[in-house]
Structure formats: structure tokens, C-alpha cells
């Protein structure tokens, strides 16, 4: 069992930046792959981002915030970043971290994580 709790989101300006925090409980937190996704009023959620566990330490992203977002893990700590730059108004979303262990041809979609946070609001605007 794992619990995942977000936080660090906030009202940003556009061009501003924001580092989101989740934070897990449970024995096993460093073999689980963590995935942030997004989900913005009215429309599906969507992956961000993901680091595998297990020691692979591989990083995932999507073509929308790749260069401008980075995934970070501390598994002493038994927490997961994301450092969003550049950040824009079509950055606004909820954002929630997930843990599973997804194969890599579900590893961006929420079908491949078991735990959930409750998310973090980002809302990017002048």
C-alpha cells in the first residue's frame, strides 16, 4: 500500500516557475515507477511526466512539457519533483502524482498506476 500526497502548486505568472512535491508512504516506494499527470476543467487527464524505480531511474515525458519540465526522486526522502519552467497558461491543471509498476506500453496512461494523490492545483495567469 501506498499513499501519495501532492503539494507546491500556487498561482504562478506566465513565464514563471513552480516545483511540485509528492511525497509517499510505504516499505517498497523506491520500486515503483511515479507518474504526474494533469487535468485541466473540462478536459481528460494527461500524462506529464514519469521516473521508473527499481533503480532504472528512467525518465519519461511528453511532448509538451519536455525541456521545460524535470522529474526528480529522492528515495530516502520517498519523494518525487517536478520542476516546471517556462510555464504557460495551458499549464493550468490539477496536477497528481500516481505509483505502479506499468509495463512501458502503459507507463503514460493512468491505466498503469495503482495509488493516487489527491492532486495540487497550478493555475498559471497574469
Known amino acids: 500500500q501506498v499513499q501519495l500526497v501532492e503539494s507546491g502548486g500556487g498561482l504562478v505568472q506566465p513565464g514563471g516557475s513552480l516545483r511540485l512535491s509528492c511525497a509517499a508512504s510505504?516499505?517498497?516506494?523506491?520500486?515503483?515507477?511515479i507518474g504526474w499527470f494533469r487535468q485541466a476543467p473540462g478536459k481528460e487527464r494527461e500524462f506529464v511526466g514519469a521516473?521508473?524505480?527499481?533503480?532504472?531511474?528512467?525518465?519519461h515525458y511528453s511532448d509538451s512539457v519536455k525541456g521545460r519540465f524535470t522529474i526528480s526522486r529522492d528515495n530516502a526522502k520517498k519523494t518525487v519533483y517536478l520542476q516546471m519552467n517556462r510555464l504557460n497558461p495551458e499549464d493550468t491543471a490539477r496536477y497528481y502524482c500516481?505509483?505502479?509498476?506499468?509495463?512501458?506500453?502503459?507507463?503514460?496512461?493512468?491505466?498503469?498506476?495503482?495509488?493516487w494523490g489527491q492532486g495540487t492545483q497550478v493555475t498559471v495567469s497574469s
Open positions: 510505504g516499505p517498497t516506494f523506491s520500486q515503483y515507477t
Open positions: 500516481a505509483a505502479g509498476r506499468p509495463i512501458l506500453g502503459v507507463l503514460r496512461l493512468e491505466t498503469g498506476y495503482t495509488y
Open positions: 521516473v521508473r524505480g527499481s533503480g532504472g531511474n528512467t525518465y
